[in-house]
C-alpha cells in the first residue's frame, strides 16, 4: 500500500479503543575527475569521479497528516521490549544515515550523474500524537513485563499510573524502478527521483518514572496496526485480511535542489491529524544551501502526492472513503563524499 494522509482524530471511536489497548501487544564540474563545489570559496571541495550522498537530517511535511523530522527527537531514550519475543529491541534507533546513495556520471558530461548504488532501506521512527487520543490504562501483561525490566523496583500501582499508550509510526524511504538521477555544479546540486514514503503504525506502551526515582523508561512494543483492528475502530466486520498489517505511503516524482524554497503559514494549513503542529510555530519553513567546501548541502523538494491506503485506514483517518491529493514536502540536509 502507499503514501499516506495524516492520522484522524478518534473522538468518536473511544468506544473501539478498548479493543485498541486489548489487541495492541529512515562549484562548477570542470572535469569529470573532479566537481569542484562552492562558488568563491577559497578551497574547492573535489569529490572526484563519482561520490556517496549521505543525508543526515531529513524534515517532511505532509499536508494534513504531520510535520515531522528524522532523527524524530520526540522518540524518548528508553529500554524497548518487542511483546511478541520479549527480548530488547532497537528499531526505534535510528543510526545515521537517513539515506545514502552513490553517483557516477552519465555519459560525456561531467555534471549528470546516475545512482548506481544504494545503502539498505532505512526504518525511520517518528512519534504520533493524535489529538483527542485518549491515554487508555495499560494492559495488566504490560504493567508485569515493565515491572519484569525493572528488576521488581516499582510495585505495580506506580507503574500503572505512568504508563501511557505510545504511537510511533515507522516510516521508510522505498526502492522504486525510475533512474535517481543528480546534477553538481558549481555549489548547486539537484536529485530527481521518484518519492515513496512508506509506513506502518507501531502500538505500544511508554513508562515514565515518577520525578526523583532512578529508574529508566521503559517501552513495550505491543503490536502493529492492523485491517482488522482498523476495521473494528471503524465499526465494520473484519474481512478474511483482518491479521494484515496496514501500510500506506505516498508517491511522488520529485526534484529536490539547493535552489528551492517551501514555505507555508501554519494559519493557512489543515490541522494535521497524526501530530499537532508544534506550539508557537506560524510557518512551515524548508530553504535549500549550496554544496560548501566540506561537502555539506541542504536541498528541498514538494509535489502533490496520493494517499495509497486500504479504504478502511481512509475511513479511519479521514472519515472518508476517498484521499485527495496533498501537498509532499521534503528538506534533506547530508554531505557529499568522494567515493
Known amino acids: 500500500m502507499q503514501p499516506t494522509v495524516r492520522l484522524s482524530i478518534f473522538p468518536k471511536r473511544a468506544w473501539a479503543l478498548g479493543v485498541f489497548a486489548a489487541l495492541a501487544l529512515a562549484g562548477t ?48 531514550t528508553a529500554i524497548y521490549i518487542d511483546a511478541a519475543t520479549g527480548m530488547p529491541t532497537n528499531e526505534l534507533i535510528l543510526s545515521l544515515p537517513c539515506e545514502s546513495f552513490t553517483f557516477a556520471p552519465m555519459g560525456p558530461n561531467p555534471t549528470h550523474y546516475a545512482a548506481v548504488s544504494a545503502a539498505p532501506i532505512k526504518q525511520l521512527p517518528y512519534v504520533i500524537v493524535p489529538p483527542g487520543f485518549p491515554q487508555l490504562p495499560a494492559p495488566p501483561e504490560v504493567v508485569a513485563a515493565i515491572q519484569g525490566v525493572l528488576g521488581g523496583a516499582l510495585n505495580s500501582d506506580t507503574i500503572a499510573a505512568n504508563t501511557r499508550p505510545f504511537l510511533v509510526a515507522i516510516g521508510s524511504f522505498q526502492t522504486t524502478p525510475g533512474i535517481i538521477q543528480a546534477k553538481l555544479a558549481g555549489g548547486r546540486f539537484a536529485v530527481t527521483r521518484d518519492v515513496e514514503f512508506q509506513v506502518r503504525i507501531r502500538i505500544g506502551f511508554m513508562f515514565r518514572p515518577p520525578q526523583g526515582v532512578s529508574v529508566p523508561r521503559v517501552g513495550i512494543l505491543t503490536g502493529f496496526l492492523t485491517r482488522g483492528l482498523a476495521d473494528t475502530l471503524i465499526g465494520v466486520p473484519s474481512g478474511a485480511d483482518a491479521n494484515d498489517i496496514v501500510v500506506y505511503a505516498w508517491h511522488t516524482p520529485m526534484t529536490l535542489n539547493t535552489e528551492n524554497r517551501f514555505v507555508r503559514s501554519i494559519a493557512d494549513e489543515p490541522p494535521p491529524v497524526a501530530d499537532a503542529f508544534p506550539a508557537g510555530l506560524d510557518k512551515i519553513r524548508f530553504r535549500g544551501r549550496p554544496v ?48
Open 292 to 339: 560548501d567546501r566540506a561537502g555539506r548541502y541542504t536541498i528541498v523538494g514538494f509535489s502533490q502526492a496520493q494517499l495509497q491506503a486500504p479504504p478502511e485506514l481512509i475511513q479511519f483517518f479521514f472519515g472518508t472513503t476517498t484521499a485527495t491529493d496533498v501537498e509532499f514536502a521534503i528538506e534533506e540536509t547530508g554531505v557529499l563524499l568522494p567515493n
Open 29 to 76: 564540474v570542470t572535469r569529470p575527475a573532479s566537481a569542484l563545489v562552492g562558488p568563491g570559496d577559497d578551497t574547492d571541495l573535489s569529490v572526484g569521479r563519482s561520490f556517496v550522498q549521505q543525508a543526515t537530517h531529513v524534515r517532511l511535511y505532509i499536508s494534513n497528516y504531520a510535520l515531522f523530522e528524522e532523527p524524530d527527537p520526540v522518540v524518548p
